[in-house]
């Protein structure tokens, strides 16, 4: 992370990407007081949102709008990630932001380790509540790797 402003090659949507695999990847190697893996599921959508701190006895900062619920709702329909097992479940829009250099970084593995990711087109359109079907995307391991 930088806390220069984004550049016209980067984009937002690449900037979440790259946090959410490298904190999926940090949270999947920990394991449970049990011993089982810890599991997340990981939803992405980008665009607009209206923010503000709400409350007055216990402020909190949150965030609304389409955008935040499309998020959950990716995040709801996603496969879990588990130990190197990583899934990450994109909304079109936010797939259709990442460009071929930063499809090669995925590849390459980001220097995580994490070399073969790739973005895949879902098979099948998502009912997603309250839009209806939805093609989405993932971010995973593809091919041989």
């Given at each position: 992370?930088?806390?220069?402003?984004?550049?016209?090659?980067?984009?937002?949507?690449?900037?979440?990407?790259?946090?959410?695999?490298k904190?999926?990847?940090?949270?999947?190697?920990?394991?449970?007081?049990?011993?089982?893996?810890?599991?997340?599921?990981?939803?992405l959508?980008?665009?607009?949102?209206?923010?503000?701190?709400?409350?007055?006895?216990?402020?909190?900062?949150?965030?609304?709008?389409?955008?935040?619920?499309?998020?959950?709702?990716?995040?709801?329909?996603?496969?879990?990630?588990?130990?190197?097992?990583?899934?990450?479940h994109?909304?079109?829009?936010?797939?259709?932001?990442?460009?071929?250099?930063?499809?090669?970084?995925?590849?390459?593995?980001?220097?995580?380790?994490?070399?073969?990711?790739?973005?895949?087109?879902?098979?099948?359109?998502?009912?997603?509540?309250?839009?209806?079907?939805?093609?989405?995307?993932?971010?995973?391991?593809?091919?041989?790797?």
């Open positions: 992370g930088s806390d220069q402003p984004l550049g016209p090659e980067t984009s937002s949507a690449w900037e979440c990407i790259k946090a959410a695999i904190m999926t990847h940090s949270i999947t190697a920990i394991q449970s007081p049990d011993g089982s893996p810890t599991v997340v599921q990981v939803g959508h980008t665009g607009p949102i209206c923010s503000g701190v709400i409350g007055f006895e216990n402020p909190r900062f949150s965030i609304f709008g389409d955008t935040v619920n499309t998020a959950s709702r990716m995040a709801s329909h996603a496969r879990e990630s588990s130990g190197p097992s990583l899934f990450l994109l909304s079109a829009f936010t797939a259709s932001q990442i460009n071929n250099s930063q499809r090669a970084e995925l590849q390459a593995g980001l220097g995580l380790g994490l070399e073969g990711l790739g973005l895949r087109r879902m098979e099948a359109p998502v009912d997603v509540k309250g839009k209806g079907l939805m093609q989405t995307y993932s971010i995973e391991h593809v091919g041989g790797a």
